[in-house]
């Protein structure tokens, strides 16, 4: 019993085999938005005083305010070490996510004909924290800082308080440092809702980042499909990893990556591909050893119950069935990791080589740990800057410009049916002829 995982040779799997491997343990998503849905419509309808009551509800806090402007909140009390660190992780996400400023482009298409793109931040952003089993300040700095370097002016931060109705120090220190306007000391679905539609107290945001539980990722999705006219990053549901190990990979060390994402919660999936020469009996051993170690180790047991190892022959297999899984987290604890990454194109956060733990990128290597789960890393990306901005495209014609494409327009308009957008060329050009 306890803590162990299942292991399947690769080879020997049908395509439906793989298919059923690759899904994610079950979501009844209807049943959860079922849940869901009655809160997101309570809010909508009664603002503050609905957020009150299942702050109550789920929360087991009571209290009157449910925003606080940052700059009220009481100088968090840490330890100089504590701080230290979050300084370190702050300066290093601030640097790469400054990297990924680019000046807007300008292209003249043709004589005359001048199209370019320029970025401005969104006006106001939510950003979730999630609080319940585990203290997040960590994805305070991840969502606060890149939408401080992007400029966007409301910045409210959203996380659940604790049952004295205060929020933890280190969340705090976190938001002031990240220059956050606004805390909403709630969370779940009540406070997707209470940021996407706006209450008397919580500024109405234009877009939500952050992760959370099935509730909080259900909320998004729903809220982002309502006439609340707010968007999200990406749903970013239940945390997962799949490691790829070779017969180098110390086995502590890839029995330490499976667990530190088994530790998140039930729900979290952890994946091992093994090549061969790897001792799965040694990675077997350490992964019992050090759960009985961990004070979160019921946690991990439950979500080593639908994780499973896979026993693969070649790089190409292992890199094949990683695309498949789509994992949001790709440790690759291989010799010459790097000339493993062109073959790597589905995965959240990739961290190579044998000195790269997961735990570096979710805390302080200065990437974002906001990633897409459930396999929707095939098509969306990580936060990034470019999560808080939007791009908007400007063209400017000179006269010559549109003596040059303006018959071309009026042809293509004629074909189409559309003369009024054919007439809006047609009388500029007779007033310059």
Not at 236 to 257: F, N, Q, T, Y
Not at 365 to 391: C, E, I, W
Request: with cysteine; net charge negative.
């Amino acid at each position: 019993g306890g803590a162990t995982l299942r292991s399947v040779r690769g080879r020997d799997l049908s395509a439906r085999q793989l298919a059923e491997l690759t899904a994610r343990p079950r979501i009844d998503f209807r049943s959860i938005l079922d849940t869901v849905r009655p809160i997101v419509e309570d809010v909508a309808a009664r603002g503050d005083a609905a957020v009150v009551e299942y702050t109550r509800k789920f929360d087991r806090c009571e209290q009157a305010e449910t925003v606080v402007a940052v700059a009220d909140l009481p100088d968090p009390d840490l330890p100089e070490e504590t701080t230290r660190a979050f300084d370190v992780a702050y300066a290093n996400i601030r640097s790469f996510h400054e990297a990924q400023q680019h000046e807007g482009i300008s292209v003249e298409t043709m004589p005359g004909v001048v199209c370019r793109r320029v970025s401005r931040p969104i006006g106001a952003v939510g950003l979730y924290v999630p609080g319940g089993t585990a203290v997040l300040p960590s994805t305070a700095l991840m969502l606060a800082v890149p939408a401080a370097v992007a400029g966007c002016p409301t910045v409210v931060l959203a996380t659940p308080p604790r049952p004295d109705g205060s929020i933890s120090p280190e969340v705090v220190y976190c938001a002031r440092k990240a220059g956050v306007t606004h805390v909403l000391k709630a969370g779940g679905a009540q406070a997707v809702a209470a940021m996407a539609y706006g209450t008397a107290s919580c500024p109405k945001v234009d877009k939500i980042l952050g992760p959370g539980n099935q509730y909080v990722t259900a909320a998004k999705m729903l809220l982002q499909n309502s006439e609340a006219m707010v968007s999200i990053d990406m749903p970013a549901g239940p945390s997962e990893v799949l490691v790829i190990a070779d017969a180098g990979a110390p086995p502590a060390h890839v029995a330490a990556d499976l667990l530190s994402q088994a530790e998140h919660g039930p729900d979290s999936q952890v994946v091992l591909v093994a090549l061969q020469g790897l001792d799965l009996a040694a990675v077997e051993a350490e992964v019992r050893r050090q759960t009985e170690a961990l004070p979160r180790g019921s946690i991990v047991v439950k979500a080593l119950e639908h994780s499973y190892t896979v026993v693969v022959e070649t790089k190409e297999e292992a890199c094949e069935f990683s695309n498949m899984y789509a994992p949001e987290h790709l440790i690759v604890n291989v010799e010459d990791a790097e000339s493993w990454l062109p073959d790597l194109d589905n995965a959240g956060s990739i961290f190579l080589g044998r000195w790269t733990p997961e735990s570096v990128g979710d805390y302080a290597s200065g990437t974002n740990h906001v990633l897409p789960t459930y396999g929707y890393a095939r098509m969306y990306s990580g936060v990034s800057l470019d999560s808080f901005q939007k791009k908007m495209t400007v063209q400017s014609l000179s006269e010559e410009g549109l003596k040059g494409l303006g018959p071309h327009v009026e042809r293509m308009a004629s074909c189409e049916g559309l003369d009024a957008h054919r007439n809006a060329v047609t009388l500029r050009l007779s007033s310059l002829s």
